[in-house]
């Protein structure tokens, strides 16, 4: 149930060019706000059409408050529907994952195919001949796409295609699948999850942020042979780039591909260690192609609001209230590419798992951050570092890596979303 407020909220107040007001992270009216505006009635990520291969194959899912079940129709399409019975509400589908050719509600037996339509309710004699099946299914969302195996779905309606959503952004997708000599990806390895008691956009802000990682990360850069410390030491650093609808990326590879070396992206392995690799890749790309992405890497972006391509990880957000959220990371696997995937997979291990380097660091700073709100002077959260020296490179904004150039891009399409009057949605 939301909360109202008797006063709008003004975000051209709370949302400005160089700041954001720390009740954004902090207000439970607002964060109601952000589940219908953004989850409710915006794209979102939900999941990868490899996880359900199979008709019958389904995985469930969370979209804001709401609890979603996406699966694989008998025709081969991708549903993503209600998680919830049309009968008294029951929530039909209690596993993480499965196969089946229906779905039958648990309470008193209602069966729904798996487009989410009713087909059948036990002794229907109780409901007479007027009783329509048409009008009693599983809601679906109101609009579902997928791209490139990534599975988007706005569950009342964004008002824009994927198309628009995506922008020039949809580079960063193709980046990912590329890197395969097949074209596609393998989401397959299963999702590690982390529980954050931090407010949801404190996770893609950091998740793009250069700024923190000499800092946060200090003891990683100082334990390991970092081929990000070579980077920047030897001045071909990354860049932040705004790819527009609130998309954003620390591109690391534009510094790699000035380098030169193949793999350097990837712990500086040897091309001679992936063999079958190489060779399929030059035989779908050409030499020429295939080098240019050995050298360049997969990318390190946002996808607005909840997808996070972290190189060889996809990574998702749920929120959970105001001051929590829960992380899913699963290794980026490439269909048709097992040398890769195995080393894939130990990156993940090292980058994301429990004993690792990184996301430890990452959860501890998020909630010192959520904590230090709880002081509430300053009001002010500054997101004016770089304003001074951004410039435009092929219709994008770009600066240095440590700018706040992409929390401001995140923060204008909120800003859009926040914005948005729902009541003209037809």
Same mark, same amino acid.
């Given at each position: 149930?939301?909360?109202?407020?008797?006063?709008?909220? $003004?975000?051209?107040?709370?949302?400005?060019?160089?700041?954001?007001?720390?009740?954004?992270?902090?207000?439970?009216?607002?964060? $109601?706000?952000?589940?219908?505006?953004?989850?409710?009635?915006?794209?979102?990520?939900?999941?990868?059409?490899?996880?359900?291969?199979?008709?019958?194959?389904?995985?469930?899912?969370?979209?804001?408050?709401?609890?979603?079940?996406?699966?694989?129709?008998?025709?081969?399409?991708?549903?993503? =529907?209600?998680?919830?019975?049309? #009968?008294?509400?029951?929530? =039909?589908?209690?596993?993480?994952?499965?196969?089946?050719?229906?779905?039958?509600?648990?309470?008193?037996?209602?069966?729904?195919?798996?487009?989410?339509?009713?087909?059948?309710?036990?002794?229907?004699?109780?409901?007479?001949?007027?009783?329509?099946?048409?009008?009693?299914?599983?809601?679906?969302?109101?609009?579902?796409?997928?791209?490139?195996?990534?599975?988007?779905?706005?569950?009342?309606?964004?008002?824009?295609?994927?198309?628009?959503?995506?922008?020039?952004?949809?580079?960063?997708?193709?980046?990912?699948?590329?890197?395969?000599?097949?074209?596609?990806?393998?989401?397959?390895?299963?999702?590690?999850?982390?529980?954050?008691?931090?407010?949801?956009?404190?996770?893609?802000?950091?998740?793009?942020?250069?700024?923190? =990682?000499?800092?946060?990360?200090?003891?990683?850069?100082?334990?390991?042979?970092?081929?990000?410390?070579?980077?920047?030491?030897?001045?071909?650093?990354?860049?932040?780039?705004?790819?527009?609808?609130?998309?954003?990326?620390?591109?690391?590879?534009?510094?790699?591909?000035?380098?030169?070396?193949?793999?350097?992206?990837?712990?500086?392995?040897?091309?001679?260690?992936?063999?079958?690799?190489?060779?399929?890749?030059?035989?779908?790309?050409?030499?020429?192609?295939?080098?240019?992405?050995?050298?360049?890497?997969?990318?390190?972006?946002?996808?607005?609001?909840?997808?996070?391509?972290?190189?060889?990880? =996809?990574?998702?957000?749920?929120?959970?209230?105001?001051?929590?959220?829960?992380?899913?990371?699963?290794?980026?696997?490439?269909?048709?590419?097992?040398?890769?995937?195995?080393?894939?997979? #130990?990156?993940?291990?090292?980058?994301?798992?429990?004993?690792?380097?990184?996301?430890?660091?990452?959860?501890?700073?998020?909630?010192?951050?959520?904590?230090?709100?709880?002081?509430?002077?300053?009001?002010?959260?500054?997101?004016?570092?770089?304003?001074?020296?951004?410039?435009?490179? $092929?219709?994008?904004?770009?600066?240095?890596?440590?700018?706040?150039?992409?929390?401001?891009?995140?923060?204008?399409?909120?800003?859009?979303?926040?914005?948005?009057?729902?009541?003209?949605?037809?």
């Amino acid at each position: 149930m939301r909360t109202e407020r008797a006063v709008p909220i $003004d975000y051209d107040v709370l949302v400005q060019a160089d700041r954001v007001h720390s009740a954004l992270y902090t207000d439970p009216v607002i964060f $109601d706000e952000e589940m219908e505006k953004i989850f409710h009635n915006g794209w979102v990520f939900v999941g990868h059409d490899s996880e359900i291969p199979g008709p019958g194959d389904y995985v469930t899912r969370q979209i804001g408050y709401q609890p979603v079940i996406m699966s694989r129709g008998k025709d081969g399409r991708v549903h993503v =529907v209600r998680n919830r019975c049309a #009968h008294r509400g029951n929530k =039909v589908c209690s596993r993480e994952s499965g196969n089946s050719k229906v779905f039958a509600c648990p309470y008193h037996g209602w069966v729904y195919d798996l487009d989410g339509s009713l087909l059948d309710t036990p002794q229907a004699d109780g409901y007479g001949a007027g009783f329509d099946k048409s009008a009693h299914g599983m809601v679906p969302a109101a609009q579902v796409e997928v791209y490139r195996g990534f599975v988007f779905a706005s569950l009342n309606h964004s008002g824009m295609t994927l198309d628009e959503h995506l922008g020039r952004a949809r580079e960063l997708l193709d980046r990912c699948c590329d890197l395969s000599p097949e074209g596609e990806l393998d989401l397959t390895a299963g999702w590690l999850k982390h529980r954050f008691k931090a407010n949801w956009k404190m996770l893609p802000e950091n998740d793009c942020d250069g700024y923190h =990682v000499d800092f946060t990360h200090s003891s990683f850069m100082s334990a390991t042979d970092s081929q990000a410390i070579d980077l920047i030491q030897s001045g071909a650093e990354p860049v932040v780039r705004d790819w527009g609808n609130g998309h954003i990326e620390i591109d690391f590879g534009v510094a790699y591909r000035k380098r030169g070396n193949p793999f350097e992206w990837f712990g500086r392995v040897s091309a001679s260690k992936l063999p079958n690799y190489v060779k399929a890749m030059e035989a779908h790309y050409g030499k020429e192609k295939a080098n240019e992405m050995f050298c360049g890497g997969p990318p390190h972006a946002i996808i607005f609001p909840n997808l996070f391509l972290g190189e060889l990880n =996809v990574v998702f957000y749920y929120p959970v209230s105001a001051g929590e959220c829960v992380q899913l990371y699963t290794p980026m696997l490439l269909k048709g590419a097992p040398e890769v995937n195995q080393r894939a997979i #130990h990156q993940t291990e090292g980058a994301v798992g429990p004993g690792s380097f990184l996301i430890p660091e990452d959860v501890v700073i998020a909630e010192r951050n959520q904590a230090g709100l709880a002081a509430q002077q300053p009001e002010w959260m500054d997101l004016s570092r770089g304003l001074h020296r951004e410039y435009q490179q $092929d219709g994008l904004t770009v600066s240095h890596m440590s700018d706040e150039t992409v929390n401001r891009a995140f923060y204008r399409r909120y800003k859009t979303a926040m914005q948005r009057d729902l009541r003209a949605v037809t």
